[in-house]
Structure formats: structure tokens, C-alpha cells
């Protein structure tokens, strides 16, 4: 079944095969919703004790870049599987083998501990621009009452 013909909400353990990360490394919880230019995703992983970017018991607002990366491979292969046509520059069709995160360009975020919040994080991406293997997206990460991080990202993905 192609991923198009999916509702907009889909778990991140179907999307998760679509991505260069597995285990307890797919931070995403499920697609709220996406179209052809942004990704709505959510996620409660910040709050597990083992998250897989913890330090000391730490988990900075600074992570927030990586879900949003992984929104953007999740958005990457939503498109690449509708459209039945690889990511301009890959030679297959689907998800991301690799992908390499280059640039964080205006990135704000709150000095905040994530594994402290509560409420589930809301990660959005919206498509800016793309090349041959590059993909650059504006995101926010929130919560239904604070802004935590936003900024662009851009990533390379590989063959």
C-alpha cells in the first residue's frame, strides 16, 4: 500500500522503516497531519527515563533540531511515496538510507529541560527548498502552551 492512501494520522512505527533511525531513536510518536509543503508531528518520547540523547538526566530544548529532522525525513518520504518518484539525486523510490543534518540556521529555543514538560511535543516542518539530495525546512516544536524551539534545518540525504 502506497502511503498516500493512508489517513493523516499515521504512527511513526510505519513511517519509522522510511527513515535512517529505529528503536528507541524514532522520536516521533505518529503524523498528525502533512500535505504536499508541511509535516504536523507528535510525540511523548522526551518523556521516556531511557531517551537516547539524555545526559545526566538532561534532555535539552537543543534536541528538538533532531525530531525535527526526523519530521522532515518523515515529510520527505510522505512525498517521494505519493508521488511514486524518488527525492531529486536518490535513485530509488521511498525513504531516506542516510541523511546528514548540515546546516540549523536561526534557531531559538527555551532553556528549557524537556524531559520536565508534560504535554506532548508538536513538531512542524514546512518544505522550503530543494536540490539534488538537499531538502531545507522552517520548524517550530511546541507544546499546546509554549513555544520551545524554532529555527531551519537543512539536511543531505544519501543514495
Given at each position: 500500500m502506497?502511503?498516500?492512501?493512508?489517513?493523516?494520522?499515521?504512527?511513526?512505527?510505519?513511517l519509522?522503516?522510511?527513515i535512517p533511525h529505529s528503536g528507541p531513536m524514532v522520536l516521533l510518536d505518529r503524523v498528525e497531519e502533512w500535505d504536499e509543503n508541511r509535516i504536523l508531528c507528535i510525540s511523548s518520547t522526551h518523556q521516556r527515563e531511557a531517551h537516547p540523547l539524555r545526559i545526566d538526566n538532561f534532555l535539552s530544548a537543543i534536541h528538538t533540531v533532531e525530531y525535527a529532522a526526523q519530521a522532515a525525513s518523515f515529510h520527505c518520504a510522505l512525498m517521494s511515496l505519493k508521488y511514486h518518484r524518488p527525492v531529486e539525486g536518490i535513485d530509488r523510490l521511498g525513504g531516506i538510507s542516510s541523511a546528514y543534518l548540515v546546516v540549523?540556521?536561526?534557531?531559538?529555543?527555551?532553556d528549557v529541560d524537556l524531559a520536565a514538560v508534560k504535554e506532548k511535543l508538536?513538531?512542524?516542518a514546512e518544505h522550503k527548498e530543494?536540490?539534488?539530495?538537499?531538502l531545507k525546512y522552517d520548524f517550530n516544536a511546541t507544546t499546546s502552551s509554549a513555544t520551545l524551539a524554532s529555527g531551519q534545518i537543512t539536511l543531505v540525504v544519501e543514495r
Open positions: 502506497f502511503l498516500a492512501e493512508l489517513p493523516q494520522q499515521i504512527e511513526a512505527s510505519i519509522a522503516q522510511y540549523v540556521r536561526d534557531f531559538d529555543f527555551m508538536i513538531i512542524a530543494s536540490g539534488p539530495r538537499l
